[in-house]
């Protein structure tokens, strides 16, 4: 019994691996040839310059995302954030709750370009947090890190 749960759960975890996918290849391929696709004229292509090893105007930003507000957040995960502040002074942290991920697609996507449509459409959280932080990454640029 027990293993076939966990056949299960493997399953579920693999199908929604490859639905996820499936969304994002059909985004591509459906929009990268539309000029209904476009990020906002706001946002500007990062060119970075490799001197040595070290990446010149790489965007300074920490992405996070959780479905808690951050006065929620348990202590041990506060803790990994502040950590990530302490040792990247000159970046710029951001935590996407659900809320604020939807408040961030709606102003940052125009309507035409579904983006907001399909992010709405998802009913898997886990979709949706995936969806959210390759936009952020897309627009503005910076690292993601999970909150745990």
């Known amino acids: 019994m027990r293993s076939l749960c966990q056949q299960l759960r493997k399953g579920t975890f693999t199908l929604s691996s490859l639905v996820f996918f499936f969304i ?6 459906r929009f990268s040839t539309s000029s209904s696709f476009a990020v906002p004229a706001s946002s500007t292509l990062v060119k970075p310059q490799i001197h ?6 790489f965007p300074k930003r920490i ?3 959780g479905p808690l507000s951050p006065m929620r957040i348990k202590k041990e995960d ?3 954030v502040r950590t990530w502040m302490d040792l990247n002074p000159e970046h710029r942290y951001e935590l996407l709750t659900d809320g604020g991920a939807e408040t961030y697609v709606r102003d940052h996507f125009p309507p ?3 983006i907001l449509e399909t992010y709405m459409s ?4 886990i979709m949706r947090a995936d969806l959210i932080r390759y936009l952020a990454l897309l627009r503005d640029g910076g690292v993601y890190n999970d909150l745990d």
Do not use: P
Not at 52 to 57: A, F, I, S
């Open 52 to 57: 040595g090893t070290v990446l010149e105007d």
């Open 24 to 29: 994002l290849w059909q985004l591509w391929s």
């Open 78 to 80: 506060a803790d990994r």
């Open 122 to 125: 998802l009913n898997d959280y």
């Open 63 to 65: 992405w996070t995302t």
């Open 112 to 114: 035409a370009s579904k």
